[in-house]
């Protein structure tokens, strides 16, 4: 199965840093990646290929690598929070009819309500919700998630 794993990145990193993605941060993300990955699927994320903030792509590179993945991908699994390149990278899934599992950080809430909405549009719109002190989910909150997507988008199951 091809993944398309959607996260914020110029909302997260600070390229003026040696280091310009937290810590913690970067540890979660590399979690979710190896968990998806280690089901033998293949995973893109946009923040890893550009090393996490060290190799930050032009807008026309990035905008025609992620719209082709996305296009090849059999699910997009994004975190959006306030990043305005998930909220396009949900346009394209959704008018390309691409299953979509949707996490919300409670505690950050959803830049828009048609993320809530999006399934009424007729694409497989999978909302999750979850509550954590940072961007993305802790390691428990993954795990539910990742219990989630298993049983509903057969992660494991179709190779």
């Given at each position: 199965?091809?993944?398309?794993?959607?996260?914020?990145?110029?909302?997260?990193?600070?390229?003026?840093?040696?280091?310009?993605?937290?810590?913690?941060?970067?540890?979660?993300?590399?979690?979710?990646?190896?968990?998806?990955?280690?089901?033998?699927?293949?995973?893109?994320?946009?923040?890893?290929?550009?090393?996490?903030?060290?190799?930050?792509?032009?807008?026309?590179?990035?905008?025609?690598?992620?719209?082709?993945?996305?296009?090849?991908?059999?699910?997009?699994?994004?975190?959006?929070?306030?990043?305005?390149?998930?909220?396009?990278?949900?346009?394209?899934?959704?008018?390309?009819?691409?299953?979509?599992?949707?996490?919300?950080?409670?505690?950050i809430g959803?830049?828009?309500?048609?993320?809530?909405?999006?399934?009424?549009?007729?694409?497989?719109?999978?909302?999750?919700?979850?509550?954590?002190?940072?961007?993305?989910?802790n390691k428990?909150?993954?795990?539910?998630i990742l219990?989630?997507?298993?049983?509903?988008?057969?992660?494991?199951?179709?190779?």
């Amino acid at each position: 199965m091809e993944i398309f794993l959607g996260t914020p990145i110029t909302g997260i990193i600070n390229t003026n840093l040696a280091n310009p993605l937290e810590t913690e941060t970067k540890s979660r993300i590399k979690e979710m990646l190896s968990d998806l990955r280690a089901y033998g699927h293949n995973v893109f994320c946009a923040l890893e290929e550009e090393e996490f903030g060290r190799k930050v792509a032009d807008s026309m590179e990035c905008t025609l690598r992620d719209y082709s993945l996305l296009k090849q991908s059999n699910v997009y699994i994004t975190f959006p929070n306030n990043s305005y390149g998930c909220a396009v990278e949900l346009g394209w899934a959704s008018a390309h009819s691409i299953p979509i599992v949707l996490g919300i950080n409670s505690r950050i809430g959803s830049k828009t309500p048609l993320y809530e909405g999006l399934h009424t549009t007729g694409s497989p719109v999978h909302v999750i919700y979850y509550d954590s002190d940072n961007e993305f989910p802790n390691k428990l909150e993954w795990s539910e998630i990742l219990k989630y997507i298993e049983k509903n988008i057969f992660i494991g199951q179709i190779s």
